[in-house]
């Protein structure tokens, strides 16, 4: 079946402009995770959401991050006002249960490059 | 804090040459610990969840390891296919959803 997709799969922005990130979870799962994956560096987590509950946003780096998900489904990640500290792979996953010890199926990623 | 350390950073082996992978973590109680591969250019990929000291779990030349304090990825008789990064994930008992990472092994494993 179709996996996690995300889009677009590379994008490069100015320094200063807003970016919005997708992605299509697997249909019928309910938990949605944002992992950011910088290079050298572990995969850092950045949201969580449970079907209808109060997202998760712990992991948030800062104010310019944000993200919503639309109907229990698709999620968009929007990074306002972007720095160079920023550029990295952003990864998506999904899994069907969300407690934290169901697997987590991943994207392939929005490698983000700021200038 | 939760602290996930793997080693080491990268592995270089011979095709069918038996290695293993580290994971040690610290967590203030643990409720499963998961392995996953990465090839470049794609997201990770499950490979197996443990959760309790003693446990094993196996997946073609995988074999997968937990103690109370480390977990191992042994590769038995490796091919140049199991050339990726693999990374280990803790899910703690915090109350939280989230996973938290090591930085992984990058292996490549010669013909």
């Known amino acids: 079946g179709a996996g996690v997709s995300q889009s677009p799969s590379n994008k490069v922005t100015e320094k200063g402009k807003d970016v919005e990130l997708r992605c299509d979870p697997i249909?019928?799962?309910?938990?949605l995770y944002w992992y950011r994956q910088s290079l050298g560096q572990g995969l850092e987590f950045l949201i969580y959401f449970q079907g209808n509950s109060a997202p998760d946003k712990s992991g948030l780096p800062s104010d310019r991050f944000s993200a919503e998900r639309t109907g229990g489904s698709v999620s968009t990640l929007t990074i306002q006002r972007t720095q160079q500290e920023d550029s990295a792979v952003y990864l998506c996953?999904?899994?069907?249960?969300?407690?934290?010890?169901?697997?987590?199926?991943f994207g392939n990623g929005t490698r983000l490059t700021v200038t | 804090e939760d602290q996930v350390t793997q080693s080491p950073e990268a592995l270089r082996l011979q095709e069918g040459e038996s290695s293993s992978l580290n994971c040690s973590y610290t967590v203030s109680g643990l409720r499963g610990l998961f392995w996953y591969r990465q090839d470049p250019g794609k997201g990770p990929e499950f490979l197996f969840t443990?959760?309790?000291a003693g446990e094993e779990k196996e997946k073609e030349r995988l074999k997968a390891t937990l103690t109370k304090k480390e977990s191992f990825l042994h590769i038995t008789a490796p091919k140049p296919e199991d050339s990726a990064t693999y990374l280990c994930?803790?899910?703690?008992?915090?109350?939280?959803?989230?996973?938290?990472f090591g930085t992984g092994t990058r292996l490549l494993v010669s013909p």
């Open positions: 994930a803790v899910h703690a008992d915090t109350g939280f959803q989230k996973l938290v």
């Open positions: 249909s019928g799962h309910t938990a």
């Open positions: 996953a999904s899994s069907p249960q969300g407690q934290g010890n169901s697997p987590l199926h």
């Open positions: 443990l959760y309790s």
